[in-house]
């Protein structure tokens, strides 16, 4: 069993196009933040499209360690495509960590007419 699988059975060492993973969103939660929409979509099941950077090192502890991280283009069931972390990438929704949620939908309409993208 490597040590990624040991440590972290949430996460997978290398994400292949195609593959399904579990979104949860681990950075800014702000309206005016410039991942807002990704945000908005946490705790959403998405679709790897590619890896769009390959991080710094061969396992995810190496990588996390380093503080370079893999980087993965993903596509959610509406359709927007955008880029995550790849510890925003779980194997199950079982493991979301986050005890909140996005806003609501009506908070989430306002801010986009505040902040129009």
């Given at each position: 069993?490597?040590?990624?699988?040991?440590?972290?059975?949430?996460?997978?060492?290398?994400?292949?196009?195609?593959?399904?993973?579990?979104?949860e969103?681990?950075?800014y939660?702000?309206?005016?933040?410039?991942?807002?929409?990704?945000?908005?979509?946490?705790?959403?099941?998405?679709?790897v499209?590619k890896?769009t950077?390959?991080?710094?090192?061969?396992?995810?502890n190496?990588?996390?360690?380093?503080?370079?991280p893999?980087?993965?283009?993903?596509?959610f069931?509406?359709?927007?495509?955008?880029?995550?972390?790849?510890?925003?990438?779980?194997t199950?929704?079982k493991?979301w960590?986050?005890?909140?949620?996005?806003p609501?939908?009506?908070?989430?309409?306002?801010?986009?007419?505040?902040?129009?993208?």
């Amino acid at each position: 069993m490597s040590i990624l699988k040991k440590n972290y059975p949430e996460l997978k060492n290398l994400w292949h196009p195609g593959e399904m993973a579990y979104f949860e969103y681990h950075c800014y939660m702000g309206h005016d933040s410039s991942d807002a929409e990704l945000w908005y979509r946490t705790h959403q099941p998405v679709l790897v499209v590619k890896m769009t950077a390959q991080g710094a090192g061969r396992t995810y502890n190496d990588r996390a360690e380093a503080g370079v991280p893999r980087m993965y283009r993903i596509r959610f069931l509406d359709g927007l495509v955008g880029d995550a972390f790849e510890d925003e990438l779980y194997t199950d929704m079982k493991y979301w960590r986050r005890p909140f949620n996005p806003p609501s939908d009506e908070d989430i309409a306002q801010a986009r007419c505040r902040y129009r993208r």
